[in-house]
């Protein structure tokens, strides 16, 4: 029996299956028409059709921002006699370099659940389908899935960089080239990575892996740029003379780098020098290089990992009654809910490993306040900056705590994926069910709310009711994320998310950070103004600003909930 479930896996493709170019050409497009005919499907019957117009508009402003940034950013450097044009290259060469850091991660992870643990895997390779035709559907798939958010958001990069600097076609021309060879380059790492990996590790443990591993990679790299202070790179004037400048600069990136190959052809059009043929032949020859080793590499491995990835998962901590002791503080109809949301969390690495993320975002944040240039101000005007700062702190906290409530609060509902019905069919008051769920996220984020408002206060040597008015905000907002969170996850749930990082992902998450971040610029303007009312004498107005915050907050927090428990248990799911 051990060795039957490999044969059994290569069964579809034991026999080679001789296909002409137009049958192979219309597999491959049958394999990838579901997920647009889905789509498609979705805005037919109207389902979501606001979420994702209003996700449109949202994209399209921020869209904007990010393009009158680097136009102005660029515009910059390039005024910059002497210097300018090589800033301007160095940007582009880091923030290529960062991006295929990061896609690799995504890619092998996309890879590792496109390719060995998706649902439809049994379907598929129970057709008469070549393992060519299999793979390059499933390289399609995994590439639309990692890299789409850098096509779309880098768009704008790549457009000012050329407006600003005044580029010409061989400019745009190279852009056709240089980043879909740079995005396929790296689905073809990350297919191979995950195939090696999937051979000697069971494919979901090697999952649970690599999302642990980029999180801690994250946090870590935050914390290290953050620490390197890269806002001295744009003052020369912070260094001896020009040379330890550009010696400070000019740190070339490895030679067999792709992300150096790409910047190099994208800089050299842009700027109108000799084009580095070198480079384009680098970056040619290892895209194909790399979609040959990865094909080879799917056909030698997939059979034995697709084998492994069957394995069930185990289900660890679930007779231990440290959980059941941890929730005795709740309600008692709470218990059994939050307890077993402790067991989910604390059994999957791709939860609990968000907790490193969480401190390298604290860490971020602290060694940008201790970073900040205030020696340049002096006496009452340094106090008064400081307190300022502290104050606006908040605005910081409520960023940290909406990105939290995304992640953990909204998927709390889709994490109970099929297995929904029984939840559904027990005697569970719904509105119970979602204020357990809420419980869970709560505690992070005011964790990390209170570290960022408190521990900038205290470095900016705010003064104690300053920190207490901070301390006692951060609990208002996180209990109203929390509920707002939840409750929208509810409303529109994603059963079928293979993980909880990818039901967060979706239009209704954005929506849903759209709302907490406008909540987080109410509350923030409402003490604003409590403050001012209290600096010149109007009290009650200064209360009535806090009793505002408040109700705002309890509200959200509250309402929602109630709402969200109705339309949950109504939908029948």
């Known amino acids: 029996m051990a060795e039957s479930a490999p044969t059994a896996a290569r069964a579809p493709f034991s026999e080679p299956v001789i296909l002409t170019p137009a049958s192979a050409t219309t597999q491959l497009r049958l394999l990838l028409s579901p997920r647009g005919q889905g789509f498609r499907n979705v805005l037919a019957r109207g389902e979501q059709r606001d979420l994702y117009a209003g996700l449109g508009l949202i994209g399209f402003a921020f869209w904007l921002l990010i393009f009158g940034s680097v136009y102005f950013l660029v515009g910059k450097f390039l005024d910059i006699e002497g210097f300018g044009p090589f800033l301007a290259r160095k940007l582009m060469e880091m923030l290529l370099a960062s991006l295929f850091v990061m896609l690799t991660f995504s890619n092998i992870i996309t890879a590792l659940s496109t390719y060995y643990l998706s649902e439809d895997l049994e379907l598929i390779l129970s057709l008469p389908v070549s393992r060519p035709t299999f793979h390059y559907a499933r390289f399609v798939d995994t590439l639309t899935q990692s890299s789409w958010m850098m096509g779309l958001f880098g768009f704008p990069v790549f457009l000012a960089y050329g407006l600003r600097s005044e580029a010409g076609p061989a400019y745009y021309s190279a852009l056709l080239f240089a980043v879909p060879s740079l995005l396929m380059l790296s689905t073809n790492i990350g297919i191979t990575v995950s195939t090696i990996l999937v051979n000697v590790f069971p494919a979901r443990r090697t999952r649970e892996l690599m999302v642990l591993l980029a999180m801690l990679t994250m946090a870590a790299l935050f914390v290290l740029l953050r620490s390197l202070r890269p806002e001295r790179l744009v003052n020369a004037q912070e260094f001896e003379n020009a040379a330890a400048y550009v010696a400070q600069l000019a740190l070339p990136a490895p030679v067999l780098f792709p992300p150096r190959w790409a910047s190099d052809l994208i800089s050299a059009t842009m700027l109108y020098q000799p084009f580095p043929w070198a480079s384009a032949l680098l970056l040619l020859t290892g895209l194909l290089a790399s979609s040959a080793i990865a094909r080879w590499t799917t056909a030698w491995g997939f059979d034995t990992g697709w084998s492994r990835s069957q394995e069930a998962r185990s289900a660890r901590f679930y007779r231990s009654k440290v959980f059941d002791t941890l929730v005795l503080a709740v309600p008692r109809s709470w218990r059994p809910h939050l307890s077993k949301e402790l067991r989910v969390f604390v059994r999957d690495p791709a939860q609990w490993s968000q907790i490193f993320l969480l401190m390298g975002v604290c860490g971020v944040c602290l060694v940008s306040i201790h970073a900040l240039p205030l020696d340049a101000f002096q006496g009452q005007l340094l106090a008064s900056i400081k307190q300022a700062m502290s104050f606006l702190n908040l605005g910081m906290g409520g960023f940290v705590m909406a990105a939290i409530a995304a992640r953990f609060n909204f998927a709390a509902v889709s994490r109970e994926g099929r297995a929904f019905w029984l939840v559904r069919s027990g005697p569970i008051d719904p509105a119970t069910l979602l204020r357990a769920k809420s419980v869970l996220g709560f505690v992070p984020m005011l964790l990390v709310g209170q570290v960022v408002t408190i521990g900038s206060g205290l470095m900016l040597e705010a003064p104690g009711w300053l920190l207490a008015i901070e301390s006692v905000t951060m609990v208002f907002m996180a209990y109203a994320m929390s509920g707002l969170a939840v409750s929208l ?82 939908s029948g799911l």
Not at 521 to 539: K, P, Q, T
Not at 544 to 553: D, G, T
Not at 555 to 569: C, D, K, N, Q, S
Request: overall charge neutral; hydrophobic content about 60%; charged content about 10%.
């Open 489 to 570: 996850g509810a409303i529109w749930p994603d059963f079928r998310a293979d993980t909880a990082a990818r039901a967060s992902t979706g239009p209704a998450a954005v929506f849903f950070m759209v709302l907490a971040l406008t909540l987080n610029f109410v509350v923030l303007a409402l003490e604003v103004v409590g403050f001012y009312a209290g600096y010149v004498g109007n009290y009650a107005g200064a209360g009535a600003a806090a009793v505002a915050v408040v109700a705002l907050c309890t509200f959200v927090g509250t309402w929602p909930i109630e709402r969200a428990a109705r339309t949950l248990w109504a």
